[in-house]
């Protein structure tokens, strides 16, 4: 990792990612979209169109936030020398990273989109199983609610906690 900047505007995306209010935006949108996703493996248009508001809504909000204290060059300048060196950003933080890469990867965004759906499905099903069995079946979809469940039980404003 290059530079004292880099490690400042990744340090702040760090601390964005876990604020409780952009978390709610990802957790809002995840809650209007979720149906489209039907769980077969077929990608539809429909399915392109979500993940593109997606990105739009993820990168605004971070963009926005970066803008106030950091050119568009020290940005450029981070976004390169983090496609060139993840594997030092994963050492600092590996959940950031991997939710940065949910963020613009088709793939992983239709997983973590249809986790959610499986899980919006289950908790929209009665519970014949009894609540035991139930929440084991829950428990096996730790999707962006749990982080988001986790994230509201903290200190909003202690984002110590989610450094390394």
Known sequence: MEGDSNAKIFEAICHL???AD??????????????????????????TEVFNKYI?????????KLNVDYSEDQQKAFLLDFKDNTAKYK??????????????????????????????????KPNTAGDEAFLAELKKYPGDDDL???????????????MK
């Open 148 to 162: 988001f469940k986790m994230v509201m039980a903290e200190d909003v404003n202690d984002t110590k906690i989610w």
């Open 56 to 64: 739009a809504l993820m990168d605004t909000d971070i963009d926005q």
């Open 17 to 19: 990612v876990v604020k």
């Open 91 to 124: 050492e600092i933080n590996k959940p950031v990273v991997d939710q940065l890469f949910g963020f613009v990867d088709f793939s992983e965004f239709k997983l973590r989109i249809s986790e959610y759906k499986k899980m919006m499905d289950m908790m929209q």
């Open 22 to 47: 952009f978390l709610t935006k990802q957790n809002d949108f995840f809650k209007e979209n979720y149906t489209t996703f039907d769980g077969e493996e077929e990608n539809k248009l429909e399915h």
